[in-house]
Each structure stands twice: as structure tokens, then as C-alpha cells.
């Protein structure tokens, strides 16, 4: 198989790796809050160091751990805007544990940091606000954009 196939697969991978964390926070929201504060950070530090093989990655899984516990719902429309501003970019903010990571790259870490961050806050605020999804799909969108700058702002492990 050629390489750029092997790399194509690889991101693939890293993609359904994000949807299981997308899954395991969507079923916290539904009952068990443990598998979203506790067991989808651990997955996504799993999957983040089976890809770089860089034991730094697990720096940010407390940090997710405190984020995802951060409430976002609230009565009152601005209130309920200013909480998911925060919780947004907390869980965004937890990427910058990546600064330490192996083969550190300044520009791209930058520029998907920033990502996160911006994003992340931008889709909490409009899916809890303005409710264009229904509460299901709200949750499993979330997660999926909580995870996805982590595991991609990881630099692979060469051969």
C-alpha cells in the first residue's frame, strides 16, 4: 500500500477515534456524567498517545477533566451565552498542554490553537442558544469538536 494511502487510512482512524469521544461525552450528557468527565478524557490522552507515542499528551487529560465538568446551562438567555462562551474556551484552552509535545511545530500549533479555541466557544454558543439540533445531536456535535483539535494538533510518530 502506498504511503499517502497509509496516511489517509491513519486519518480516518483518528476521525472515529474522535467520534468515540464524541459518544462517550453525547452518554454523559444523558446519564452517567463520569464516562464525559472521566473516560472520554482518558480515551482521547489513549488515542492522542497511540498516534504520537509522545507520553506529553497526557498532560491534558486533568485539564479536560475540569473543563468537561464545567457547567453550561442556564435560565437566562446571556447567562446561558457567557457559560458557554466559558466552557468553550476552556475545553479549547486545554490544547495549549500540546506546547510540550515532541516535535512541536510553532505555526501550525498556533493557527490550530486558535481554532479550537474560536470554534469551540462559536458552536457551544450557537447549539445551546439558538437550539438548531435537537439535545442528542447537540451533545455528540460538541464532543466531536471538543476532540477533534486534540487529536489532530498531535504530531504522528514517524516510522
Request: aromatic share 18%; proline share 2%; hydrophobic share 55%.
Amino acid at each position: 500500500m502506498k504511503s499517502e494511502y497509509k496516511l489517509q487510512i491513519k486519518v480516518l482512524v483518528k476521525l472515529l477515534w474522535v467520534c468515540g469521544f464524541a459518544l462517550l461525552y453525547g452518554l454523559g450528557g444523558i446519564e452517567y456524567k463520569w464516562l464525559r468527565r472521566f473516560i472520554a478524557p482518558l480515551w482521547l490522552g489513549g488515542g492522542m498517545y497511540l498516534f504520537s507515542r509522545d507520553w506529553r499528551v497526557f498532560l491534558q487529560v486533568p485539564l479536560l477533566m475540569f473543563s468537561l465538568s464545567l457547567g453550561y446551562g442556564a435560565a437566562n438567555f446571556w447567562l446561558k451565552v457567557w457559560k458557554r462562551l466559558l466552557f468553550g474556551f476552556a475545553n479549547g484552552f486545554t490544547n495549549i498542554t500540546h506546547l510540550f509535545d515532541q516535535n512541536f511545530n510553532k505555526k501550525r500549533f498556533w493557527t490550530l490553537f486558535c481554532l479550537a479555541i474560536t470554534i469551540t466557544s462559536v458552536i457551544c454558543i450557537v447549539l445551546g442558544t439558538i437550539n438548531p439540533v435537537v439535545a442528542r445531536s447537540e451533545e455528540l456535535l460538541l464532543g466531536f469538536f471538543i476532540a477533534i483539535w486534540s487529536m489532530f494538533i498531535i504530531e504522528d510518530k514517524e516510522k
